[in-house]
């Protein structure tokens, strides 16, 4: 099947000519969603929960699914570990084809990302490092923990009914919000009884 999506960041702004597109490509079910690309987008999440092998999902341009390059590396790898396709109409990506040019686009992607995870990573170390000398630094706090109060002990409590039911880390992900490496914590706690 040829899924289309379709976003826009807010209300005010106009989907026609996205949709259009789609429709001319020939998608045969076409997801609009009107969020910002750096909120969760349940929309998207839901289409690619659906997902199967030989779809295709089709956008106008890579930054319509992606929240940030290493978020779009990851969908395009979820897409790929489903024998699934991405086209984008702008950058006229397919990842069905063997094709050299979405290939190299992909690897670009790819290496820009880990270049992103280091910058970010090495920014932190550069923070902690300032914050310890100033005597600030106190650490992360987990905000979902067993002894978490209000909104965040709710939000916990679901991952761990939904851990009990031997749900999958990528589908705890998808109907908390919460990220992966979030819901894998929550998980290791719970296996060390801590």
């Known amino acids: 099947m040829i899924f289309g999506y379709a976003r826009v960041s807010s209300n005010e702004q106009n989907l026609n000519r996205q949709i259009k597109e789609l429709e001319a490509y020939g998608c045969e079910d076409i997801v609009i969603e009107k969020e910002s690309g750096v909120m969760f987008r349940p929309e998207f999440e839901k289409l690619l929960h659906q997902i199967r092998k030989n779809d295709v999902v089709v956008c106008h ?18 897409l790929r570990e489903k024998n699934a396709g991405l086209v984008t109409l702008k950058e006229r990506i397919d990842t069905r084809e063997d094709n050299p040019y979405s290939d190299l686009i992909v690897s670009i992607f790819s290496a820009t990302a880990e270049f992103e995870r280091k910058m970010i990573k090495e920014r932190q170390r550069e923070g902690i490092e300032i914050a310890k000398k100033k005597g600030t630094y106190k650490g992360g706090k987990k905000r979902y923990h067993a002894g978490a109060k209000g909104k965040d002990k709710v939000i916990y409590d679901e991952v761990v009914r939904l851990l009990n039911q031997t749900e999958s880390v990528i589908n705890i992900h998808r109907k908390t919000g919460l990220s992966r490496n979030t819901v894998y914590s929550i998980k290791e706690s719970k ?3 801590s």
Do not use: A, P
């Open 61 to 78: 341009d890579l930054t319509r699914f992606g929240r940030s390059q290493i978020h779009i590396l990851q969908v395009i790898q979820e």
């Open 191 to 193: 296996e060390n009884g």
